[in-house]
Nanobody, 122 residues
Framework: QVQLVESGGGLVQAGGSLRLSCVAS????????MAWFRQAPGKEREFVTL????????LYADSVKGRFTIYRDNAKNTVALQMNSLKPEDTAVYYC???????????????WGQGTQVTVSS
């Protein structure tokens, strides 16, 4: 069992930055590919980015490429998402996720965090 707890969401103006963090419980953190998804009101949950256990595989959605960066620290059981040049369309609830495979679809996810709200004002 893995529990994921996100933090770092909030309200920011367009062009600003936020850093989300996710702390995982359990001793098997390094076994999981870690990912971030987001869900805007009235829309389906969508993939944002993922990083495999070693950091050798990192994927980004086209919509965030060049603006968002994912990091992980296996010693601290944490994964972070640095979000720069934020746009109003980035407004969503952001979810930390853990999967046993490298996969960018929500059906691959084994564990979800509770989500943290990110709101970008224009």
């Amino acid at each position: 069992q893995v529990q994921l707890v996100e933090s770092g969401g909030g309200l920011v103006q367009a062009g600003g930055s936020l850093r989300l963090s996710c702390v995982a419980s359990g001793r098997t953190f390094r076994s999981y590919t870690m990912a971030w998804f987001r869900q805007a009101p009235g829309k389906e949950r969508e993939f944002v980015t993922l990083i495999n256990w070693s950091g050798s595989t990192i994927l980004y959605a086209d919509s965030v490429k060049g603006r968002f960066t994912i990091y992980r620290d296996n010693a601290k059981n944490t994964v972070a998402l640095q979000m720069n040049s934020l746009k109003p369309e980035d407004t969503a609830v952001y979810y930390c996720a853990a999967a046993l495979v490298v996969c960018s679809v929500s059906t691959c996810i084994n564990y979800w965090g509770q989500g943290t709200q990110v709101t970008v004002s224009s």
